[in-house]
Each structure stands twice: as C-alpha cells, then as structure tokens.
C-alpha cells in the first residue's frame, strides 16, 4: 500500500503564493504518474496538474503559467508551486499518484484546504 501526507495550504491573499507538498511512502519501487486535483464546493474534483516519472508535465489551462509542479524521485515527492493565486483557486487539494503497483492503480492524500481571500 502506498500513504500520501500532504502539507502546505492555508489562507493566502489574492496574487499571493503557496507551496503544496506531498510524500509517497510504502513499497515502492516506483511511481509512473504524481499530480495535484482540487474540488472546489459543489464542484467536481479536477486535475490542476500532473507529472510523469520522465518529468512529463500537464496543466489545467486555469492554471497554466501560474502554477508549477516538480517531482524527487528518489524522494517520492511531488511538489506543487502556486504563484498569482486567485479566488477561484480555492478548493481542497489532493495529492494523488498512479501506477505504482500496476498501470491501473491509483492512491490519494487526504486533501489540504487552500483558501484564496482578502
């Protein structure tokens, strides 16, 4: 089984600046794809942004140029860095990581609360 803790999240002004962090720990040889959703209220969860093993990386077009991911993979890490954060950007965050044990298998972190208000 593979536990994903999260930290970073809180309150932070518009066109301010956050850093959300997450550790992947198990028996993990390796890790195919890590990446951040959010679920905003009475929304559905989406993906903000993903990375691959290679360093491959996606973003939500709502995101794009904002935010930036990285990932250690020796570490199993993934780090997501969110740069002129807007109200919208408001939301439960989600660490999750896919094919660890199989392509199919998925795991996600228990969520941090990031809360963009003046």
């Known amino acids: 089984q593979v536990q994903l803790v999260e930290s970073g999240g809180g309150l932070v002004q518009p066109g301010g600046s956050q850093r959300l962090s997450c550790a992947a720990s198990?028996?993990?040889?390796?890790?195919?794809?890590m990446g951040w959703y959010r679920q905003a209220p009475g929304k559905e969860r989406e993906l903000v942004a993903d990375i691959t093993s290679s360093g491959s990386t996606s973003y939500a077009d709502s995101v794009k140029g904002r935010f930036t991911i990285s990932r250690d993979n020796p570490k199993n890490t993934v780090s997501l860095k969110m740069n002129s954060l807007k109200p919208e950007d408001t939301a439960v965050y989600y660490c999750n990581v896919a094919g660890v044990y199989s392509m199919s298998d998925q795991y996600w972190g228990q969520g941090t609360q990031v809360t963009v208000s003046s």
């Open positions: 198990g028996s993990i040889f390796r890790i195919n794809v």
